[in-house]
């Protein structure tokens, strides 16, 4: 599966955004999803993951209560609304699929998007 994340952005401290990312072949709603984020000089984190048929949801304590990941089958896309967002959320966010059950490590996903940026200004 091929993915692609998009709607990175500026926005100020307590602005919000949405990614989105856009999966590619017929097997999307087989996989798990996960977002994950980057800074600079830091490793890959976790944000969220849903479940294949979009039941189950699990999110980093950093984001509880702020960000929502939802998935659309028909679309073949997955979606982090992110909410009240902090100057420590600026990263590339990185959309990923793999075959664990609400994957919280990275080396639990096998596909990766290319990222996306966003940047939250204080």
């Known amino acids: 599966v091929q993915l692609q994340a998009s709607g990175g952005g500026l926005v100020q401290a307590g602005g919000s955004l949405r990614l989105s990312c856009a999966a590619s072949?017929?097997?999307?709603?087989?996989?798990?999803m996960g977002w994950f984020r980057q800074a600079p000089g830091k490793e890959r984190e976790f944000v969220a993951a849903?479940?294949?048929?979009?039941?189950?949801?699990r999110y980093a304590d950093s984001v509880k209560g702020r960000f929502a990941i939802s998935r659309d089958n028909a679309k073949n896309t997955v979606y982090v609304q992110m909410n009240s967002l902090k100057p420590e959320g600026t990263a590339v966010y990185y959309c990923?699929?793999?075959?664990?059950?609400?994957?919280?490590?990275?080396?639990?996903?096998?596909?990766w998007g290319q990222g996306t940026q966003v940047t939250v200004s204080s």
């Open positions: 990923a699929a793999g075959s664990s059950w609400l994957g919280f490590e990275p080396n639990e996903y096998n596909y």
């Open positions: 849903i479940s294949w048929r979009g039941s189950s949801t």
């Open positions: 072949g017929r097997t999307f709603s087989t996989y798990g």
